[in-house]
C-alpha cells in the first residue's frame, strides 16, 4: 500500500546549528502533507503544513521544501534548540482527512 | 480549553473488560477523527467524524470497537472485550473542516494486562 517513511530514524544535532529531516511519500496523488512534532507522553503538535500547489514554505524558524518530481519533502529547523528535541513525523493527508505517517525521526540536540 | 482533550489519560485494565475513551475537540471544529498510536510505530486511522456522522469506519480493526459522536461535539471509542492487542496510545485529532490541519490530544495509553 501506500506510506509515508522517513529516510533516518535519528538525527544527532549541535545546539545552534540548522537541522534537515527528510521524508519519502510514495502517493503521487497525495496534495497536503503536514509535519509534526512529538514529545514523550504528548500528543503530535502541529509544525507546518504545504500543500502541492507549492514547493516552499516558511514558519518560526522552519521551512519545509516539497519536491512533487521525486516525491520528497524536508522540514529545516533553523539555530535548533535543546526544546527542538523530540520525534518528527511528516504525514500525508489522503481523501481530505485520513493522515498517515511512519515511525518519524528522532531528534536529539546536543549542548 | 484551547486544544484537544482527552480522558483518562491513562488506562489500565485487565483483558476481557470494556473501557471508554472520551475526545473534546477544538470548539468549532466540524471534523473529528480517531487514530491508534503502537509504540515505535506511525500512525493508524481508526474512524472519521463529520459532524455527527462518520463517513468512514473502515479502520476500525474489528467489531469490538465503535464509535460516537454527539452534539458534533464530544467523541466516545469503545472497546469491548479487550485483548492485549489493543495496547497502544489512542490519539483523537480535529480539524475545523476536512482537508485543514488536525490538531491532535495527549491520547489515552491504554494498557490490557
Known amino acids: 500500500g501506500e506510506s509515508v517513511g522517513l529516510h533516518l530514524p535519528t538525527l544527532s544535532v549541535q545546539e545552534g546549528d540548522n537541522s534537515i529531516i527528510n521524508c519519502a511519500y510514495s502517493n503521487s496523488a497525495s496534495d497536503y502533507f503536514i509535519w509534526y512534532k512529538q514529545e514523550s507522553g504528548k500528543g503530535p503538535q502541529f509544525i507546518i503544513d504545504i500543500r502541492s500547489n507549492m514547493d516552499k514554505r516558511q514558519g518560526q524558524r522552519v521551512t519545509v521544501l516539497l519536491n512533487k518530481t521525486v516525491k520528497h519533502l524536508s522540514l529545516q529547523i533553523a539555530a535548533t534548540q535543546p526544546g527542538d528535541s523530540a520525534v518528527y513525523f511528516c504525514?500525508?493527508?489522503?481523501?481530505?482527512?485520513?493522515?498517515?505517517f511512519g515511525a518519524g525521526t528522532t531528534v536529539t540536540v546536543r549542548a | 480549553g484551547a486544544g484537544v482533550s482527552q480522558s483518562p489519560s491513562n488506562k489500565v485494565t485487565e483483558k476481557g473488560k470494556d473501557v471508554e475513551l472520551r475526545c473534546d475537540p477544538i470548539?468549532?471544529?466540524?471534523?473529528l477523527y480517531w487514530y491508534r498510536q503502537s509504540l515505535g510505530q506511525g500512525l493508524e486511522f481508526l474512524i472519521y467524524f463529520q459532524g455527527n456522522s462518520a463517513p468512514d469506519k473502515s479502520g476500525l480493526p474489528s467489531d469490538r470497537f465503535s464509535a460516537e459522536r454527539t452534539g458534533g461535539s464530544v467523541s466516545t471509542l469503545t472497546i469491548q472485550r479487550t485483548q492485549q492487542e489493543d495496547s497502544a496510545v489512542y490519539l483523537c485529532?480535529?480539524?475545523?473542516?476536512?482537508?485543514?490541519?488536525?490538531?491532535f490530544g495527549d491520547g489515552t495509553r491504554l494498557s490490557i494486562l
Open positions: 485529532a480535529s480539524s475545523l473542516i476536512p482537508n485543514q490541519p488536525q490538531h
Open positions: 504525514a500525508e493527508i489522503d481523501n481530505d482527512y485520513k493522515l498517515s
Open positions: 470548539s468549532g471544529h466540524t471534523a
